[in-house]
């Protein structure tokens, strides 16, 4: 399965972004879908996640209530909706497939090549 990203860009404070993940060579049907992101000098961090069939989410604080991730297993994409961005929130945005995978790197088989995010203040 190859994952790639798209809708990154620069925005504004305050402004949304939505984020796609679209796989091919396969289907995302078994897989939960996550979202990370590396801030320029940080670690890579977990951002969100949903489970295989879409029934359960998972959020770091730091997103809480201003993201909401989806997922059309349909179209193989899943998605990140980011509102009331911050200009914390500037990174390179990754998504990720994997059986097992939650809110950890561990667990998460496919990466895609990510997406930058930029929040201007």
């Known amino acids: 399965v190859q994952l790639a990203e798209s809708g990154g860009g620069l925005v504004q404070a305050g402004g949304s972004l939505r984020l796609s993940c679209a796989a091919s060579?396969?289907?995302?049907?078994?897989?939960?879908m996550g979202w990370f992101r590396r801030a320029p000098g940080k670690e890579r961090e977990f951002v969100a996640t949903?489970?295989?069939?879409?029934?359960?989410?998972h959020y770091a604080d730091s997103v809480k209530g201003r993201f909401t991730v989806s997922r059309d297993n349909a179209k193989t994409t899943a998605y990140l909706q980011m509102n009331s961005l911050k200009p914390e929130d500037t990174a390179i945005y990754f998504c990720?497939?994997?059986?097992?995978?939650?809110?950890?790197?561990?667990?998460?088989?496919?990466w895609g090549q990510g997406t930058q995010v930029t929040v201007s203040s």
């Open positions: 949903i489970n295989w069939n879409g029934r359960n989410t």
């Open positions: 990720t497939a994997g059986l097992s995978g939650w809110d950890r790197t561990i667990g998460y088989d496919y």
């Open positions: 060579g396969g289907t995302i049907d078994d897989y939960n």
